[in-house]
């Protein structure tokens, strides 16, 4: 059973351009959140995905987007890259909507570097 | 407001207990966790604990919870090299399912 995969695992982007990184959830699971975890930090919550809607935010900017697919797999979309945006993005599925994070399953991550 | 706070590095021998700390803000939060990260690798839930209860043991693990003092902390039994990670603190707040952080503690062990 393959637990949560990310793509790619490493990506070099230079300020201003845009990259999308994606998820596959666990199998089983429907609801997808994205995280942004900066050097030495701990991660921050960017939004959630059930149903193919955006459920909750956290407080980034418009420039990160994201989707859900009919499968429950989810892109991550960063417009107009900034140096700040360099982090591991990761990846976490869950099964089914509220008081599931017992149940949070989390992939290994996205390394993105802007430079 | 939202905010969890480690402290930043503890190094204990191998075979020793070691103790994470961590105090949060959100007093409405049910649920709180620990988890570990291995260098490039995602987050591991390692456990978790309601907010109703004091303790909880899950074998060389044992969760302390003060709600009082918004403190939580981890005990691991019997340290293993392999225990060397960041641990990361983390609450839930009551009505959303996104999970606040802690900055995290490294945790080495030395033979």
């Known amino acids: 059973d393959a637990g949560v995969t990310q793509s790619p695992t490493h990506l070099i982007k230079t300020r201003g351009q845009q990259v999308t990184l994606r998820c596959s959830p666990k199998s089983g699971h429907d609801t997808v959140s994205w995280y942004q975890q900066a050097l030495g930090q701990g991660p921050q919550f960017i939004f959630q995905y059930y149903e193919e809607e955006e459920r909750q935010r956290g407080n980034f900017p418009d420039r990160f987007s994201g989707h859900q697919f009919p499968n429950y797999s989810s892109e991550l979309n960063v417009n107009a890259l900034l140096l700040g945006d360099s982090a591991l993005y990761l990846c976490?599925?869950?099964?089914?909507?509220?008081?599931?994070?017992?149940?949070?399953?989390f992939g290994s991550g996205t390394q993105l570097s802007v430079l | 407001g939202e905010d969890v706070e480690q402290s930043l590095f503890l190094s204990v021998r191998e075979g020793d207990s070691s103790v994470i700390n961590c105090t949060y803000t959100?007093?409405?939060?049910?649920?709180l966790y620990w988890y570990k990260q291995e260098p490039g690798a995602g987050l591991q839930l390692l456990t978790y604990i309601f907010s109703n209860m004091d303790m909880k043991q899950d074998q060389r693990l044992t969760v302390l919870l003060n709600k009082k003092d918004k403190h939580l902390s981890l005990r691991i039994a019997d340290t293993q090299t392999g225990d060397s990670a960041i641990y990361f603190c983390a609450e839930s707040p009551a009505n959303t399912d996104k999970l606040i952080f802690g900055t995290g503690t490294r945790l080495q062990v030395f033979p």
């Open positions: 976490a599925s869950s099964a089914g909507q509220g008081r599931t994070n017992e149940k949070l399953f």
């Open positions: 959100d007093s409405s939060s049910t649920y």
